[in-house]
Every structure is written in structure tokens, then in C-alpha cells.
């Protein structure tokens, strides 16, 4: 199989829907465990993605920050994202 490549410029040009629609994906396939195991295995796929891009997991954490933020405060896909965190995970 072929290494990933990663574009750290693109890093910060994501679309917020894509990566909500990712977001979402992967909370789908946690949803069955308990909040310990979810957010520890959450942390997990981010930190191994991070050292198989070869990208330190700083400098994605800051730029996700960013991309939830946006200019005038949380994205609504991530107010969306929230409400269903609270709604149906925990």
C-alpha cells in the first residue's frame, strides 16, 4: 500500500463541511463505547494519523482549532457537531 502524502498547505485551506462530514464519520463508528474509550480512541486515531503524515499533532490541533473558530466565532457545522456530541454520545 502507498504511504500517505500529506500537503501542509492544505492543512489550512480544509473545507469546514469536509471535514464536519469526517467529523461525523468517525463519531458514528465510537458511538457504541463509553465516553472513556471514545475520546481516548479518538485521541489515538489523531496521534497515529499525525506520526504517519509525519506531521506534528500540534501544529494540526491549532490549525483544526482555527478551522471550528472561524471568523465570527464556531462554524455552525461544529455547533451541529457539538449538539449531537451532547445529544446522543454522552
Known amino acids: 500500500m502507498p504511504r500517505l502524502r500529506l500537503n501542509k498547505d492544505k492543512?489550512?485551506?480544509a473545507r469546514p463541511r469536509e471535514v464536519a462530514a469526517a467529523v461525523m464519520m468517525t463519531l458514528n463508528g465510537?458511538?457504541?463505547y463509553t465516553p472513556e474509550i471514545q475520546v481516548m480512541g479518538a485521541a489515538a486515531?489523531?496521534?497515529e494519523l499525525s506520526e504517519a503524515l509525519d506531521i506534528?499533532?500540534?501544529e494540526v490541533f491549532?490549525?483544526?482549532k482555527n478551522l471550528i473558530a472561524g471568523q465570527d466565532g464556531k462554524r455552525a457545522?461544529?455547533?451541529a457537531i457539538q449538539d449531537y456530541i451532547?445529544?446522543?454520545l454522552i
Do not use: K, R, W
Request: avoid cysteine; aromatic fraction near 10%.
Open 30 to 32: 465510537l458511538q457504541d
Open 11 to 13: 492543512i489550512n485551506m
Open 56 to 58: 506534528p499533532p500540534q
Open 62 to 64: 491549532t490549525a483544526t
Open 77 to 79: 457545522e461544529f455547533t
Open 45 to 47: 486515531v489523531f496521534l
Open 86 to 88: 451532547q445529544g446522543e
